[in-house]
T-cell receptor, first 113, second 116 residues
């Protein structure tokens, strides 16, 4: 089944404890992206990747890192999480030339205490 | 920069009634427009998209949307809703002013609540 998977689905952590949220897609998509969803703000892009080893900042990159060592994986790293990063995170991927039909993962709900 | 405004944060409606969810975007250049749906505890799913051509776009689950360039709107409609349509709906745009056609700019979302 074609899908985008994220792990973990739920995470409660404390300020300053490094964490990684994994994202994997099995559709051989070049483009991958991370969004955060906050009430009243919709989804905002954190980072994106056009292909392996090619990443760039989105609209709200502060406090986040990403890497793209393999085509299928695009982990989101929070080196020192803070309470303002408490949010619902979505990973998405899309194929080339499909005009932005992005496929979304199920989401990761992160709480930073 | 491009932006998307969803005019209603919540829309309550009775089952089998028609519904319209409103979306306006700001752009002076050609854009692509999308509606996504998010069911409770799930990711986003594409409902429909406008790229070019006919201004009336049909999507899944009986939804349709009309692109109106002069009013810069892309309202979503369904003639008769079901309880299962209860979800949050997001309008999104992409284009040269949003950072490229790969990047989606989302509205804040409209929560549709269908009551029996």
């Amino acid at each position: 089944e074609a899908q985008v998977t994220q792990n973990p689905r739920y995470l409660i952590t404390v300020t300053g404890k490094k964490l990684t949220v994994t994202c994997s897609q099995n559709m051989n998509h070049e483009y991958m992206s991370w969004y955060r969803q906050d009430p009243g703000l919709g989804l905002r892009q954190i980072y994106y990747s056009m292909n392996v080893e090619v990443t760039d900042k989105g609209d709200v990159p502060e406090g986040y890192k990403v890497s793209r060592k393999e085509k299928r994986n695009f982990p989101l790293i929070l080196e020192s999480p803070s309470p303002n990063q408490t949010s619902l995170y979505f990973c998405a991927s899309s194929p080339p030339f499909r005009n932005n039909e992005q496929f979304f993962g199920p989401g990761t709900r992160l709480t930073v205490l | 920069a491009q932006s998307v405004t969803q005019l209603d944060s919540q829309v309550p409606v009775f089952e089998e009634a028609p519904v319209e969810l409103r979306c306006n975007y700001s752009s002076s250049v050609s854009v692509y427009l999308f509606w996504y749906v998010q069911y409770p505890n799930q990711g986003l799913q594409l409902l429909l998209k406008y790229l070019s051509g006919s201004t009336l776009v049909k999507g899944i689950n009986g939804f349709e949307a009309e692109f109106n360039k002069s009013q810069t709107s892309f309202h979503l409609r369904k003639p008769s809703v079901h309880i299962s349509d209860t979800a949050e709906y997001f309008c999104a745009v992409s284009g040269p002013l949003s950072g490229g056609y790969n990047k989606l700019i989302f509205g804040a979302g409209t929560r549709l609540a269908v009551h029996p």
